[in-house]
């Protein structure tokens, strides 16, 4: 957890939290058409739990903050303009709320998504 101390109290931030934070972000990002999980065992964890920052791992250590974020993007494209526009908006609103820089934002493209055409 991020910890914050002073004379009047401590602040405490835990890693949902903040994926709670990135997957608002995410949400937000054009060409994004879903969360992936990281693998079988966290995609049946999911299903069995109902959590909403499924494909979003925090790791935070001191004030050093890294998120790892697992996307499925729409087919057509360009992988690396969605996947910059993610690690922007991610690293963007999780500064904008905690006021503590974000190390690193990996983003991990899972698959594509077809559009259905009428």
Not at 24 to 50: E, F, P, T, W
Not at 99 to 117: K, T, Y
């Amino acid at each position: 957890m991020s910890n914050e101390r002073s004379s009047l109290g401590g602040i405490e931030v835990s890693p949902a939290a903040v994926a709670s934070i990135v997957n608002n972000a995410v949400q937000q990002c054009y060409g994004v058409v879903g969360m992936a999980n990281k693998n079988l065992v966290d995609g049946i964890a999911h299903l069995l739990s109902r959590d909403s920052r499924q494909g979003i791992e925090v790791s935070i250590n001191g004030k050093d903050i890294v998120v790892d974020v697992y996307v499925i993007v729409e087919y057509g494209m360009r992988i690396s303009a969605v996947a910059n526009s993610v690690k922007n908006t991610v690293s963007f609103h999780v500064e904008q709320a905690l006021g503590i820089p974000v190390q690193a934002v990996n983003v991990f493209v899972q698959g594509l998504r077809f559009s259905d055409e009428d």
